[in-house]
């Protein structure tokens, strides 16, 4: 894939603001004065940008500069119609892992759970139970997982998994990455380099879940910073959510009981 043009950088990164400043495009863009000068003062005498008063002065899209923004006009489309469709493939994935990785773990979907307040609904949510043999100690261990469409891709989906450290020691946003995507955590094209940026700041995980054969594989681009939460926080989740899944917390205590055993043999 071609090195997108700086110009079309510009119009890409204040599409959906209401503008920024100079010193904010610069820094985003990684761009030396002089040439973002000669750039900005190009797209404000072809009538894209207009200059507006912001504290160090700022540009933004005019009328036609928004018609101008750069779109792709072919290229990779989602392989399902609807989000939702994307939750169960990577619960599975994460159900294979774990076999694999002789992890006690369950995987469900929380998406469709009813938690008060915002933001507080994982798409997707692994339980897994460590076990440490040499010092005989096992604890349970909350993941969680936000999951978005291809193209609709938004930095607000950080903000979603950061209000889930609440009560999972990890978080992650995970992006459908379509066939023929070829894209770098920098690139500006559907606000990946901003999601990747927040993920970095708020210590989240950045996964692409990509098509392969039948189904779908979890391929982490950027790994989360692991938190403790308090473990109250923790305890009233779970029940919440095996209030409301009773098989799921049969199968927890199933396992929980195996780790158990192990633990005091």
């Known amino acids: 894939m071609s090195r997108i043009a700086d110009r079309d950088r510009v119009l890409l990164l204040l599409d959906d603001t209401e503008g920024l400043s100079n010193l904010k495009v610069k820094n ?33 899209l005019t009328r036609r500069g928004e018609r101008e923004v750069p779109r792709a006009k072919s290229g990779p489309d989602s ?10 493939p990577l619960a599975a994935f994460l159900r294979q892992q774990a076999e694999e990785d002789e992890v006690e773990a369950v995987v469900c979907n929380t998406h469709s759970l009813k938690a008060r307040g915002q933001w507080q609904n994982p798409d997707v949510t692994q339980v897994a139970i460590e076990y440490y043999p040499l010092i005989r100690k096992m604890r349970v261990v909350v993941t969680t997982f936000e999951v978005k469409q291809f193209p609709h891709w938004s930095v607000d989906a950080v903000y979603e998994a950061a209000s889930h450290h609440r009560f999972s020691h990890e978080a992650w946003v995970v992006l459908e990455w379509p066939k023929g995507l070829i894209s770098s955590l920098t690139d500006p094209t559907h606000k990946l380099d901003q999601i990747a940026r927040e993920c970095q700041r708020f210590g989240i995980g950045l996964a692409s879940l990509q098509p392969h054969y039948n189904s779908f594989r979890l391929s982490p681009r950027l790994e989360p910073k692991p938190r403790t939460p308090e473990d109250e926080d923790v305890e009233s989740w779970l029940t919440y959510v095996f209030s409301r899944m009773p098989t799921l917390s049969t199968e927890f205590d199933e396992r929980m009981k195996k780790v158990a055993s192990a633990v005091v043999a």
């Open 28 to 60: 985003e863009l990684n761009l030396a004065d002089e040439r973002y000068r000669r750039i900005r003062d190009q797209l404000i005498e072809e009538r894209l940008l207009e200059k507006y008063v912001c504290r160090g002065g700022g540009i933004r």
């Open 79 to 88: 392989t399902v119609e609807r989000e939702a469709a994307l939750y169960e």
